[in-house]
């Protein structure tokens, strides 16, 4: 069975590709054909844009009145002229669309008649993705893994759409286990961690006097939202392993994590019932183990 690119076969797409490329060669020629017109309305001017003999009539003016009399956006026929201006005609290369002119135009006039001419390694022409990420602009379409994140952290600027994305990703475990690699986002989760456990436990001093009138250090209050983080993830957690198997692997990390709960456990209540809190080699061994 041939295959198909939507609904038409390889071979049928192959002849609407170049029927397309003609036409848009005839769109091409009729946008440099604008500009030209509109460059001989309103020249390019170092600056103010007034023409000389006319200093009334400004660039602007005569821009709109000549787009809105041929039935074009001001601002489109004002990017055809500023176009046609960086390309003259001698330099405009035949076959490459007037978008790709349009993305090559704001470079350097060596740069610019020089890169049009050779098409990124393994192509045969500029499209407008790749001339885009030639001149650094944001590309249409992301395709590399740092496109792709610079596209989500465009997306996700807003704080609420932020948290939410992040929640998101956290409930992936995979996810969730590669970024607790980073020290960084290990250090702000459990910063985090400690900041909501404070103001849960600042929360209960408010609804109950009794408590409230307790004064306790912040370390106190940090170490019991600790503990009670921890309590309320594993109710949470373990009741939904029923069922799954552990690999080898899985069991041996597993058993080592517990025993550095265990130690830093034996550690708080040492430091809380004598007041010593220094480690000895092994403990600390254990306790910065990744």
């Known amino acids: 069975m041939p295959t198909k690119i939507g609904n038409v076969t390889e071979r049928q797409y192959q002849r609407l590709v170049q029927h397309a490329r003609g036409l848009v060669e005839q769109q091409s020629h009729a946008q440099f054909g ?3 017109d509109a460059l001989k309305v309103a020249p390019m001017q170092q600056y103010g844009g007034a023409h000389a003999s006319e200093p009334l009539m400004t660039v602007s003016y005569s821009i709109e009145r000549f787009a809105n009399d041929i039935g074009i956006p001001p601002a489109t026929l004002n990017t055809y002229r500023w176009v046609s201006s960086r390309w ?3 330099k405009r290369r035949k076959g490459v669309s007037h978008y790709i002119h349009r993305v090559f135009a704001g470079l350097d006039e060596d740069d610019r008649y020089e890169v049009i001419k050779h098409p990124p390694d393994g192509e045969d022409r500029w499209n407008y993705e790749s001339a885009c990420r030639y001149v650094g602009w944001k590309a249409p379409v992301p395709r590399t893994a740092q496109e792709k994140v610079d596209r989500i952290h465009e997306l996700a600027k807003d704080d609420s759409v932020a948290t939410t ?6 409930n992936r475990p995979n996810v969730a286990f590669e970024a607790m690699a980073d020290h960084t986002a290990r250090h702000a989760v459990n910063t985090a961690q400690v900041d909501r456990a404070r103001q849960s436990n600042e929360r ?3 609804r109950h006097p009794v408590i409230r009138k307790l004064e306790h250090g912040a370390e106190y209050i940090e170490l019991v939202g600790m503990c009670a983080q921890f309590v309320a993830a594993a109710g949470r957690i373990v009741p939904t392993l029923r069922g799954h198997e552990f690999t080898d692997a899985e069991r041996a990390t597993i058993h080592m994590n517990t025993a550095r ?3 830093t456990t034996d550690w708080i209540e040492t ?6 809190v220094s480690l000895d080699e092994g403990l600390a061994r254990l306790l910065s183990e990744e």
């Open 34 to 36: 604008l500009g030209d």
């Open 261 to 263: 709960v265990r130690s």
């Open 165 to 170: 994305v992040t929640r998101n990703f956290l």
């Open 271 to 276: 430091a809380v019932d004598t007041g010593d």
């Open 204 to 206: 209960a001093r408010q």
């Open 88 to 90: 003259p005609k001698g």
